[in-house]
């Protein structure tokens, strides 16, 4: 279990042309089999910022590259970041970990701004490149609550991106996927990429593109 006390501040990003500046890029994934974060992060209100990846090895881009299936984060924004990942990219996490059980996944009081750029070769998410079923598992929780995003993504299939989760795939009626008072602000993007109807929506709203139980 890990609670901020303060702001992280991995790059000074006072001035606007920061990224030129030769910053100090943040860990990434270059395969997936790896531990991931399988822990409890609560921000407590407080932001990360100066999130910076651009190393071409990235297949996975975020706060945390990957994470298991039982992590947990909660209050927590990134603000002032860019993240590149040539499969999947997201401001607080770039894939969750397909094999790996547990107890689900839970993001709650999170978000990502206007300020924050996410740039993928396939799968990008405001919050999260992709969630999806593996082989080990036999079924997957994951709620998002009270999170938005309004960052900036740039990838080139636009059908697997997400206001708040880029790639969705391989879950069926046995999976626990919710999105619980949800907001996206991107206009080119469902809340939720590649398969928007998996997650059962609850008081959800989008300025992207409509879909059924979204206002």
């Not at 999260?128 to 995003?149: D, E, I, P, Q, R």
């Not at 999976?175 to 008081?203: K, Q, R, W």
């Amino acid at each position: 279990y890990y609670k901020l006390s303060a702001d992280i501040i991995l790059n000074d990003v006072s001035k606007e042309d920061w990224k030129d500046k030769a910053p100090k890029e943040w860990i990434y994934g270059a395969s997936a089999n790896q531990t991931g974060f399988c822990g409890k992060l609560d921000g407590d209100g407080h932001v990360v910022k100066g999130i910076y990846i651009s190393d071409s090895m990235a297949t996975f881009g975020g706060l945390f590259c990957t994470v298991q299936a039982s992590a947990e984060i909660r209050n927590l924004g990134v603000v002032e970041s860019e993240i590149n990942a040539t499969e999947w990219a997201g401001a607080l996490v770039g894939l969750q970990i397909p094999w790996t059980t547990g107890n689900g996944i839970i993001v709650e009081n999170c978000f990502s701004d206007e300020t924050v750029i996410i740039e993928s070769s396939v799968y990008a998410g405001g919050l999260f490149g992709g969630v999806m079923l593996g082989s080990g598992a036999t079924s997957l929780k994951c709620h998002f609550t009270n999170c938005y995003s309004g960052a900036q993504i740039d990838a080139p299939k636009l059908n697997v991106c997400g206001s708040i989760v880029g790639e969705t795939r391989f879950m069926d009626e046995n999976d626990e996927f919710v999105l619980e008072n949800c907001f996206g602000m991107h206009p080119g993007f469902y809340l939720v990429g590649n398969n928007p109807s998996a997650p059962t929506y609850i008081n959800c709203y989008t300025l992207g593109v409509a879909q059924e139980g979204i206002t």
